[in-house]
Every structure is written in structure tokens, then in C-alpha cells.
Nanobody, 124 residues
Framework: QVQLVESGGESVQPGGSLRLSCVASGRTFSRVTIAWFRQAPGKEREFVAGITGTGDSTDYGDSVKGRFTISRENGKDTAYLRMNGLTPEDTAVYYC?????????????????WGQGTQVTVSS
């Protein structure tokens, strides 16, 4: 079992930045692949970014590439999502997800463990 708790979501203006955090417990963190997904009202859950346990591999969704950065601090059992250049289209609930196998996948069904989500709202 892996427990995940997200934080850092808030309301920001277009062009602003945020950093989301995901604290994990229950497993050796360096053996857990972490991904961020988001879901806007009326839309499907969308892959945002993912990082392998040791951080040797990352992947980003096309809509955030170049603006968002995923990272992790295994000594703190924490993963981060740095978001720059936010637009209203980035408004969504952001979820942290985990899988105990190596490899970043874009399909949500590859992740067995999920946090409760944190709301990000981008509006002027």
C-alpha cells in the first residue's frame, strides 16, 4: 500500500507559477514511480507528468511540456510538480498517483494508488 497526500493547489493569475507537493508513505519511496494527473470538470483525467523511482526517467504530457517540471526528493518521500506559465486551461484538480513497478505510463489504470487531489484555479 502507498498513501499519497497532495498539497500546494490554490488560485493564481494567468502567467503565474505554483509548486505542488506529494508526500508518500507505506513503501520505500525510491522504488515507487510517481505521476501527476489532472481532471477538469466534464473532462477525462489527463496525464501531466511522471518520474521513475530514482528519477532517471521522466515524461510529460504534450500540453505542459516546457512549462511544468516534475522532480522528487527521496530522502523526504516527496515528489513535486513545478508549474510555470499557467493558463486558465490548466485549471483542474491535480492528483498524485503511484505505481510500485518501474516505468512511467500515461494511462491512469497503470497506477494503483491515488491521492485525494488538490485544486488549481487559474483566473484573472
Amino acid at each position: 500500500q502507498v498513501q499519497l497526500v497532495e498539497s500546494g493547489g490554490e488560485s493564481v493569475q494567468p502567467g503565474g507559477s505554483l509548486r505542488l507537493s506529494c508526500v508518500a508513505s507505506g513503501r520505500t519511496f525510491s522504488r515507487v514511480t510517481i505521476a501527476w494527473f489532472r481532471q477538469a470538470p466534464g473532462k477525462e483525467r489527463e496525464f501531466v507528468a511522471g518520474i521513475t523511482g530514482t528519477g532517471d526517467s521522466t515524461d510529460y504530457g504534450d500540453s505542459v511540456k516546457g512549462r511544468f517540471t516534475i522532480s522528487r526528493e527521496n530522502g523526504k518521500d516527496t515528489a513535486y510538480l513545478r508549474m510555470n506559465g499557467l493558463t486558465p486551461e490548466d485549471t483542474a484538480v491535480y492528483y498524485c498517483a503511484a505505481r510500485i513497478w518501474y516505468g512511467v505510463y500515461r494511462a491512469p489504470e497503470q497506477y494503483a494508488y491515488w491521492g485525494q487531489g488538490t485544486q488549481v484555479t487559474v483566473s484573472s
